[in-house]
């Protein structure tokens, strides 16, 4: 992993949110790609626990793109996937677009692209 933000938080509790869990664990021919930085505030703030929902989810290292953009958010896919906000994480199924999750939804990243997955994919 390339972010530092993604590192899971130690103290995240996977009871809590084992339907999250449960739900991006289900689905495992999906890839998640980050746009970050670690300069954000925004993505300190969400994206330990969304790396710690994808540990407890067991999500492949190679299923997890991490793509790290500078201060003027600026870097590899910004583009081509439309890239204003970070962070940002669109969640493709064989190179198709299933969601995406952009730094101010009203839940957290994983429970919201889990919401999401379940009403996509299910």
């Known amino acids: 992993m390339s972010l530092e933000t993604m590192r899971p938080t130690p103290t995240w509790d996977e009871a809590s949110y ?4 449960d739900t991006l ?10 746009w970050a930085g670690d300069w954000c505030k925004d993505c300190r703030a969400l994206l330990p626990d969304f790396g710690a929902a994808l540990a407890a989810a067991d999500i492949p290292d190679e299923r997890i793109e991490e793509i790290a953009l500078d201060e003027e958010k600026q870097g590899p896919g910004v583009e ?3 890239i204003e906000y970070i962070p940002t994480i669109v969640v493709e199924r064989d190179g198709d677009e299933v969601t995406r999750f952009v730094e ?16 996509e994919l299910e």
Do not use: C, I, N, S
């Open 18 to 21: 084992e339907d999250t869990v």
């Open 104 to 119: 101010k939804e009203a839940l957290p990243p994983a429970v919201w692209l889990a919401d999401q997955l379940e009403r």
């Open 80 to 82: 081509e996937y439309g």
């Open 25 to 34: 664990a289900a689905h495992d021919d999906l890839t998640y790609k980050v």
